[in-house]
């Protein structure tokens, strides 16, 4: 069941995600109307939201395929709200092996992919689900960051950090 809802789960990230970390904006020609006053927007976060590895353990061994777990606390992963309007303690993760190296499809999979499509390859690994799978990662040590992301991209202030040796 799980395995047919990380397939199911990709689609919807693939639609709903498509501007999660990039900064691009599209720019019409000929367009001469002044930009409106900056405005600063309230932070939406997740005040109380807790995330933690479940696996790979900290100072722990892996092997190959890595297989990572999350539990999240006071957070809800909301896939179908992806790119829509941030609601306070939901959203979706992004997942940073060794600072994005290792967030390719060559290692993450699926959720590499799409961070192909989405410009942020090699920055992180996009996901709606508590699990990720990396494999082919080189022996040795390893960190991975996992940032919980509002619906609208931003990040919600809350992570977590776990290092591991892949044997």
């Keep these: 069941m799980k395995r047919v809802l ?5 689609p919807v990230i693939a639609l709903g995600v498509a501007a999660c970390g990039s900064s691009d904006k599209k720019k019409s020609a000929g367009n001469t109307t002044p930009a409106p006053a900056a405005t600063t927007a309230k932070k939406t976060g997740a005040p109380g939201a807790k ?3 479940v ?5 722990g061994t892996s092997g190959d395929p890595l297989k990572v777990k999350v539990k999240l606390t006071g957070f809800k ?3 179908q709200q992806v790119g829509k309007a941030p609601m306070q303690g939901e959203g ?12 390719q499809p060559k290692y993450s999979g699926a959720n590499g992919k799409l961070a192909v499509k989405l410009g942020v390859n090699g920055k992180y690994s996009p996901s709606v689900t508590p699990t990720i799978v990396y494999t082919g990662l080189p022996k040795g040590k390893h960190v991975l960051e996992v940032y919980l992301a509002n ?3 931003s990040n919600a202030g809350v992570e977590a950090k776990t290092k591991f040796t892949v044997q």
């Design 77 to 79: 992963l909301a896939p």
């Design 151 to 153: 619906n609208d991209h």
């Design 51 to 53: 995330v933690a590895f």
């Design 6 to 10: 990380s397939i199911v789960a990709v």
């Design 92 to 103: 979706h993760l992004h997942f940073a092996m060794d600072g994005g190296k290792f967030d």
């Design 55 to 59: 696996t790979p353990k900290d100072r």
